[in-house]
């Protein structure tokens, strides 16, 4: 029996991809993709227009395609076993409920109706995520193991700033990885197909953190400021830990029953999806090239993250590596 799906906040309205022509669900796709805001001149954070235009790009941009209903495509026995082997399922599930929660937890501490609205949304998206996923696991047969409780944060602010720091890492690789799996044909296609609007999705999500960043630290008072910034570092130290931690062995990998789960795997992951060797600098060059294609569609003046390809350009020139875009990118 399908799950269902109770209506994202904010009055949109879910739409059925099996009622739906192409022609709708293409404009449906295209308006997720590109947006601009009618205001003209600069969008300064902190000022009622930017917090206006970053509400209406969610807003607008909301894909009311429904997860629920998709047609799963069938995959030869090769290529669903090559789905089955990625060491991710569980960890993704999983990932994706902790986030709706924590972005719900945090939005409902708000005062300002905008933002609250907007990462009000962005957790519904994230629980739409984890149906997608728990959706393709029994479409094709991945077995999990039992989810975990999602308690509420107790500081709201801090799982925000993990959670939103920790989606700016996973989506500049997964942007990435997700085109060499489509080139390598390690996604058949019609998989492809199925799951680009989800990566978009994550685009758009980290456009919104990136954003609200931006205007949390225009608007905080200024004695709150400095303890600001040292939560914002403390939360990239501990990311940084968990990853590079996690790559070298000093997490056991396992999920609590024994099954190998790679938590690690947006960043390690380039070889499980292609039968040749991927350089780092071949990977770090595609990801950007990839991020910024994802972004380009939006409204310039909005915030982008930034921390991600910075490192990223900057690891390329001590490789040297001059030039950082790629000819052929994924469409």
């Not at 489509?182 to 999500?205: D, Y």
């Not at 056991?252 to 060797?277: I, L, W």
Request: hydrophobic share 40%.
């Amino acid at each position: 029996m399908e799950a269902e799906l109770s209506p994202p906040p904010g009055g949109l309205q879910l739409a059925s991809v099996a009622i739906l022509d192409k022609a709708l669900i293409a404009a449906a796709d295209h308006a997720a993709r590109y947006w601009t805001s009618a205001d003209p001149g600069p969008l300064r954070p902190g000022t009622e227009a930017h917090t206006r235009a970053v509400a209406h790009m969610f807003r607008e941009t909301f894909n009311p395609y429904k997860p629920t209903v998709i047609d799963w495509p069938h995959l030869d026995v090769e290529a669903r076993e090559r789905l089955i082997s990625l060491p991710i399922w569980d960890i993704a599930v999983q990932t994706e409920g902790k986030a709706r929660i924590r972005m719900l937890a945090y939005a409902h501490s708000l005062a300002d109706p905008l933002w609250r609205e907007s990462i009000e949304l962005n957790g519904w998206e994230e629980g739409r995520h984890k149906m997608v996923l728990a959706n393709l696991v029994a479409a094709y047969g991945i077995t999990l193991e039992p989810e975990p409780p999602y308690p509420p944060p107790q500081n709201t602010e801090w799982a925000y700033l993990v959670t939103g720091f920790s989606e700016c890492i996973d989506s500049f690789f997964a942007f990435g990885l997700f085109a060499l799996a489509e080139r390598s044909g390690f996604f058949p296609p019609e998989l492809v197909e199925t799951f680009e609007p989800v990566m978009q999705e994550e685009c758009r999500h980290i456009l919104l953190f990136a954003n609200w960043l931006a205007w949390h630290r225009r608007t905080i008072t200024w004695w709150r400021r400095p303890w600001f910034e040292v939560k914002v570092a403390a939360a990239w130290l501990f990311l940084g830990w968990e990853r590079i931690g996690l790559a070298r062995g000093m997490d056991d990998g396992q999920d609590g029953r024994g099954k190998p789960q790679d938590n690690n795997f947006t960043v390690t992951g380039s070889k499980a999806v292609t039968d040749g060797d991927v350089s780092i600098p071949d990977l770090l060059t595609l990801c950007l090239a990839e991020n910024d294609r994802r972004f380009a569609g939006y409204d310039t003046r909005l915030r982008r993250p930034t921390t991600m390809p910075a490192l990223a350009r900057l690891a390329l020139r001590f490789m040297g590596r001059k030039q950082p875009i790629p000819s052929g990118t994924a469409s």
